[in-house]
């Protein structure tokens, strides 16, 4: 059984670090996990690995976070995949720095990148991650804090944030969407 993890982010170095790019950051560490690379591929930069008798295949779309969904589409359609054998993995405003909630369907909560992949797949119904940002930023400066840094005390917790990512990703590959959500939305 194969699976398509999805994580977003913006390509290029001003990007690397910044909390919109923590798709990027947590498959990059499973990557590392897993001793396995990533090398440039249509619309992505992708990595595989196999665990547990699954496939599991990482991409970062190249294409910016407003257009994901057309290295998603892409992707599943060269795997043969379907919407449900997908994970997509982003940052979320709306959660504490660090919360990990995992759902099987559902809007995009005002992020750019779920809401492109939403109206190319036309379909509300693949699972996503999203990680807590946080939301500690003034009115009308949410683009700067999104595209901003990581700071002192996040930086420090962050592998160990990040680690449960992998651990959500690979138990929803193992188990499924539900039993993944009943694990990981308790904490």
Do not use: C
């Amino acid at each position: 059984m194969k699976f398509l993890i999805a994580g977003l982010g913006n390509p290029g170095p001003e990007y690397e670090g910044t909390r919109h790019n923590i798709g990027f950051e947590a498959l990059d560490a499973l990557a590392t996990s897993f001793e396995t690379a990533f090398a440039p591929g249509r619309y992505a930069e992708a990595a595989q690995f196999r665990h547990k008798g699954r496939t599991f295949i990482l991409i970062k779309p190249q294409t910016f976070m407003n257009l994901s969904g057309k290295a998603v589409r892409y992707w599943l359609d060269q795997e043969r995949l379907d919407p449900e054998q997908l994970m997509v993995v982003a940052d979320d405003l709306a959660l504490p720095f660090g919360k990990v909630r995992l759902r099987a369907a559902g809007g995009a909560g005002g992020h750019n990148g779920l809401t492109n992949i939403i109206e190319v797949l036309a379909t509300e119904g693949f699972p996503r991650l999203r990680f807590g940002i946080g939301s500690d930023f003034a009115r009308g400066r949410q683009s700067e804090f999104v595209l901003g840094k990581w700071n002192e005390a996040e930086r420090k917790e962050l592998p160990g944030r990040i680690d449960q990512v992998g651990k959500a990703i690979l138990q929803f590959g193992l188990l499924g969407i539900a039993d993944t959500m009943n694990h990981f939305n308790k904490r």
